[in-house]
């Protein structure tokens, strides 16, 4: 009797592991199928570097080299806010903060990555477009800058916390052969800390770069969804995923658009396995 | 013990689901409505309004193209669009075997809006044309400040942009290849035009004439430079001086339900006409236009 319960549960574990292997393999293949159609009637490399992106004309122009370049470029920008503040507020909680400091300092942290990308993308057009066009005295506020720092915001917690885990985990005795060395703080934590947990803070960034190539609804709400090669960060830009979130309610099925948003969906999940697959490697380095 | 209880919980959820059916079967038919964001408020207040109509109503936006798309894939009873059915969607339609029928239900004006500090109030069609593929690029080339243009417009799909585009880009010209600017910022719904133009000196879109209030200006349009340049108010779209007007139309499947039948008179009857003119919207009917007057 205890054996069989033995079994069934074995079995039932079993498959919930091979579940999101199933359900992985599964997404690509239909993504890949969707999409593989509409490169028999359109030329590939034409559908990545043409400049101009016309779904409903006459004749229809599919060209994603702008909304690649409007992900590309929203975010770099969101990595350049983000990382350096992500990874010396992850030193200070765990290296330098007093214990009550950083148990709240953590748990706020965790808090800020629970907010949703909408409300985010709200904020954002209320407070942070009208104040990027004033400041910079741009015609719009709805730019790919001011998508980058609503971006850095959403990913900060992400790289803080996984960054803070790599941090803490460098053994104690590192730290403490430095300090009998005669080394000050800073250098402990430049030379060994900064060092030793190097692998997982770029594994934590390379997350933070999955999400923010995936992410959506903010992007949609403030960049300003332009779809032309911009000249600068200031330019409005369309990316990726907005195009295919603004369009795909809207399309009649089979059609040729209807195909051509599946093509940029495989773009997209060939671009995030890239750099998850980056972000592994990282992690098993260590 | 414990399994009598499984079991008792078991009839309960049968019980339940039977119950629901039953309700449901009882009650009414399910009537889904699809399509044109403009048109949403529209159809709202005529579902609302018509007492007869004893069914479980669904409403919801998305745009003209979605509204025919889940037509045409029999997801929707109902579609509201705001341009005709374009000839690819009827060949799609009939490869899937499905006959749609046309209602044309009311007209509405598209107004040019821009921000109350912008000093220009009036515009030429061909101006218009310039700015929106970015040929004109800054206001004082029409008579403002020295500010750039931003330009705003719908996503492509909408009905609302491709009106716009064939009326004003390609002058409705069947075969003209116009597009707008790639500069031009695709908003996702007449709301965040609005509401950038309301913020934005520099900004210019295009929304459906119920959206004019005091905290925007709308422009006056000429169709050339020697004629006469018209607001957008009710009385010049129904006495049609206004140019960028445009026809209201729902789809519906021929095999309908006699439901939608009755509604679709309703829409039509005067009761319904009166509603369409109530919501900002033109009516078709002349009897009510007099009424207006």
Same mark, same amino acid.
């Given at each position: 009797m205890k054996k069989n319960k033995d079994v069934i549960i074995e079995t039932a574990i079993f498959m919930c592991g091979m579940l999101s292997i199933i359900f992985v393999i599964s997404i690509f293949i239909f993504l890949f199928k969707e999409a593989i159609s509409f490169f028999w009637d359109y030329n590939f490399i034409k559908f990545l570097? +043409?400049?101009?992106?016309?779904?409903? @004309?006459?004749k229809p122009l599919f060209g994603i080299l702008p909304t690649i370049i409007g992900s590309f470029l929203v975010t770099f920008g969101a990595c350049v806010v983000a990382v350096p503040i992500a990874v010396m507020s992850a030193l200070y909680i765990s290296e330098i903060a007093p214990k009550g400091v950083r148990n709240i300092l953590k748990s706020l942290v965790e808090l800020m990555a629970a907010i949703p990308s909408v409300v985010i993308g709200f904020i954002g057009i209320r407070t942070v477009v009208p104040f990027v066009k004033f400041f910079f005295n741009i015609p719009t506020g709805l730019t790919a800058f001011t998508g980058s720092i609503m971006l850095a915001c959403m990913i900060m917690p992400t790289i803080i916390t996984i960054s803070e885990d790599a941090i803490h985990s460098v053994p104690w005795e590192y730290k403490e052969g430095a300090f009998a060395l005669g080394a000050t703080k800073w250098q402990t934590v430049r030379r060994i800390v900064l060092k030793e947990a190097r692998p997982g803070i770029i594994a934590a960034v390379m997350l933070g770069i999955g999400r923010l190539v995936g992410e959506t609804m903010a992007v949609m709400m403030i960049? +300003?969804? @332009?779809a032309n090669i911009p000249d600068s960060i200031f330019d409005p830009v369309r990316t990726m995923t907005a195009t295919i979130a603004s369009e795909m309610g809207e399309v009649v099925r089979d059609s040729a658009h209807y195909k051509a948003l599946f093509a940029i969906g495989l773009v997209l999940f060939v671009i995030t396995f890239i750099v998850n697959f980056i972000a592994d490697l990282f992690l098993r380095k260590k | 013990m414990r399994y009598l209880k499984f079991f008792l919980l078991l009839i309960f959820v049968f019980f339940c689901l039977y119950m629901q059916t039953r309700h449901d079967n009882h009650k009414c038919i399910s009537v889904q409505i699809k399509g044109s964001d403009t048109m949403l408020n529209l159809i709202q207040a005529l579902v609302e309004k018509n007492?007869? &109509?004893k069914a479980n109503v669904s409403i919801t936006g998305g745009g003209s193209g979605a509204g025919l798309a889940s037509l045409i894939n029999a997801t929707c009873d109902i579609a509201m669009s705001s341009r005709s059915i374009e000839k690819r969607e009827k060949i799609l339609a009939e490869k899937k075997n499905i006959k749609i029928a046309e209602f044309k239900i009311g007209l509405d004006g598209l107004a040019v809006l821009v921000n109350k500090n912008n000093p220009v109030d009036k515009l030429t069609l061909n101006q218009l044309k310039d700015i929106f593929m970015a040929r004109i690029t800054n206001w004082k080339e029409v008579g403002g400040e020295d500010r750039k243009i931003v330009i705003l417009s719908r996503e492509s799909n909408s009905g609302t942009h491709i009106f716009f585009k064939e009326r004003? &880009?390609?002058?409705?010209? $069947?075969?003209a290849i116009e597009e707008f600017s790639v500069k031009s910022l695709m908003m996702p719904s007449s709301q965040t035009i609005y509401d950038e133009v309301f913020r934005n000196p520099n900004a210019l879109g295009y929304v459906g004439?119920?959206?004019?209030?005091?905290g925007v200006k709308a422009l006056s349009i000429a169709v050339d430079i020697d004629s006469e340049y018209i607001y957008p108010t009710l009385e010049n779209i129904l006495n049609g001086t206004y140019s960028i007007l445009r026809p209201l139309y729902l789809y519906t499947n021929? $095999?309908?339900?006699d439901i939608i039948k009755t509604f679709i008179n309703f829409v039509l009857s005067d009761h319904g006409q009166k509603i369409i003119l109530e919501t900002d919207f033109v009516p078709l009917k002349c009897k009510v236009k007099n009424k207006v007057k």
């Open positions: 570097i +043409g400049k101009n992106w016309y779904p409903n @004309s006459n960049t +300003g969804n @332009s | 007492s007869k &109509l004003v &880009l390609r002058d409705n010209n $069947k075969n004439i119920g959206f004019i209030n005091s021929t $095999k309908q339900k």
